[in-house]
């Protein structure tokens, strides 16, 4: 297994969890890493990135002001923290690694070629 999330749960609408990936070496290396969504019925959707270096970080709409993506490259772990959570925050949620150029971002599902096995957020109302 490359990439291991875990962090997930049930919370009531307004609470926190925090999101944790790891990964190996050979995944994580020079990647951009990921975090998307894909709620009950839907497609998979992307919530966050963040470049090699940590210094650039990329949020779908809804999550900015409420969610922050972090690395520690030492450790080879990357976290969500997900604050103010609402219902339509549920769903599996996967971690993901996409090879990258020096300072280099996306969001295009596309481009992450590495997927963790996902896990389960449930917000409640």
């Known amino acids: 297994v490359q990439l291991q999330a875990s962090g997930g749960g049930l919370v009531q609408a307004g609470g926190s969890l925090r999101l944790s990936c790891a990964a190996s070496r050979r995944a994580f290396g020079m990647s951009v890493m990921g975090w998307f969504r894909q709620a009950p019925g839907k497609e998979r959707e992307f919530v966050a990135a963040?470049?090699?270096?940590?210094?650039?970080?990329i949020y779908e709409d809804s999550a900015k002001g409420r969610f922050a993506i972090s690395r520690d490259n030492d450790r080879g772990t990357v976290t969500l923290q997900m604050n103010s959570l609402r219902p339509e925050d549920t769903g599996v949620y996967y971690c993901?690694?996409?090879?990258?150029?020096?300072?280099?971002?996306?969001?295009?599902?596309?481009?992450?070629?590495?997927w963790g096995q996902g896990t389960l957020v449930t917000v409640s109302s």
């Open positions: 993901a690694a996409g090879s990258a150029v020096s300072g280099e971002i996306y969001r295009s599902i596309s481009r992450f070629d590495t």
């Open positions: 963040i470049s090699w270096g940590g210094t650039r970080k």
